[in-house]
């Protein structure tokens, strides 16, 4: 499980956007995961997929799409917590 970054706000009812951690130059190339890769939280819960990464390439942003099954309070609660990729 790799750390993708911290969810900075909702974009619509189900996307998010986060801020990436940032990337090393010298290992740039390699390490931003690829699109439609799953985000899950601490707890292991799934909550999305990759639809977008966009912004600086050593700093990136992510849209992730969330699951229909998520209710509102749960990405809600999501703000400003640290998520991951499997």
Do not use: C
């Not at 890769?37 to 977008?52: C, H």
């Not at 799409?65 to 640290?82: H, M, Q, V, W, Y």
Request: no cysteine.
């Amino acid at each position: 499980m790799k750390r993708l970054g911290t969810v900075l706000h909702r974009s619509g009812v189900r996307n998010l956007i986060i801020r990436g951690d940032e990337i090393k130059t010298n290992n740039a190339s390699g390490s931003l995961p690829k699109l439609n890769s799953v985000v899950v939280d601490k707890s292991l819960n799934r909550i999305g997929t990759i639809a977008s990464v966009f912004g600086p390439v050593n700093h990136p942003y992510f849209l992730v799409k969330g699951f229909k099954r998520i209710p509102d309070s749960e990405t809600r609660a999501l703000i400003n917590e640290k998520v991951y990729i499997r």
